[in-house]
């Protein structure tokens, strides 16, 4: 357990990103593609649905012990959150409203953020931008690990710590890495969230708090469905930083697995990222792939050459103040 990690600096290419050629490919070849790029139907309701049931959550663990209470926010909680985090992840992307209607698309995000007891949607939008534009760009994708990050969490009991701490690492980081003005729309998320909060706290008291806030850190820590936090990026082959798994808990996380998919057309809601995959196969099939989010997780720890690291990174014209 006290053997550090292989890794002690990044993947540095100097090419652009893959995804942005391989649309123009795609979409030059079959131009069917651009008929996915729509909305997605049921989104809303689905999200709807799904901060419903946390609500009645609320009451109902009025009564349990502390125990239980955190129990059932890491076994029920954690998963029906972070199902909202992805879906705050897809309506980003303008696909509950269409790109006509980005203004209903952001008002619905933090609807979606209601659950999760911190206001996120916004912020997430802000950056996830950057991220998609400029996918491994230096000081700008700021879902790339900081210097000190790699440095510190490089044995395998310390990339076990990073995994539980994920929620405070995606919050603080771009603060430090790409930090942007405080913007109309992230003072609104925050203040119907605390609006929110104060109802709950209200109506039922501390406990139901304590779950909403503990299913979102535990769920996006430690656990099962955090496994493509590092499934989607990390480097497990030489030379490839994107990563696509076509398992299981695509149901209740709206098809991010497809991340592959979801990087060549960032317009199109996970919904039908699998119809993507089978207009176009020969340019899927031959990838590497991820077959369980909970080996990624276990082979992310114990792996030397693992660890937050493990990033193909990139010198961006933006960063150099070339654009």
Known sequence: MGNSAGRSDFEWVYSDQPHTQRRKEMLAKYPAIKAL????????????????????????????????????????????????????????????????????????????????????????????VDHHRYLGGDGLDVDIPTNFEGWLFCTPARKLIWLVLQPFFYALRPLCVHPKAVTRMEMLNTLVQLAFDVVIFALWGIKPLVYLLASSLLGLGLHPISGHFVAEHYMFLKGHETY??????????????????????????????????????????????????????????????????????????????HL
């Not at 209601?114 to 916004?122: D, F, M, R, T």
């Not at 057309?265 to 699998?274: A, D, E, V």
């Not at 990838?287 to 990033?311: I, N, T």
């Open 244 to 321: 696509s798994y076509y398992g299981p808990l695509n149901w209740i996380t709206f098809n991010v697995g497809y991340h592959m998919e979801h990087h060549d057309f960032p317009s199109i809601p996970g919904c039908n990222l699998p119809l993507v995959r089978k207009i176009a196969p020969e340019y899927y099939d031959h990838l590497p792939q991820h077959y369980s989010w909970v080996k990624v997780l276990w082979d992310f720890v114990f792996e030397d050459s693992l660890g937050p690291y493990a990033r193909i990174k990139r010198k961006c014209k933006v960063a150099e103040g």
């Open 37 to 128: 790029m729509r909305p997605d139907p049921h989104l809303k309701w689905t999200v709807l649905g799904m901060v419903l049931v946390q609500l009645l959550a609320c009451w109902l663990v009025c009564g349990l012990t502390w125990r239980w209470l955190l129990f059932w926010a890491y076994a029920f909680g954690g998963c029906v959150n972070h199902s909202l985090t992805l879906a705050i992840h897809d309506i980003s992307h303008n696909t509950a409203f269409g790109t006509g209607y980005a203004a209903c698309n952001r008002w619905f995000a933090i609807f979606a953020n209601l659950p999760i007891g911190l206001p996120y949607s916004a912020s997430f939008k802000k950056y996830h």
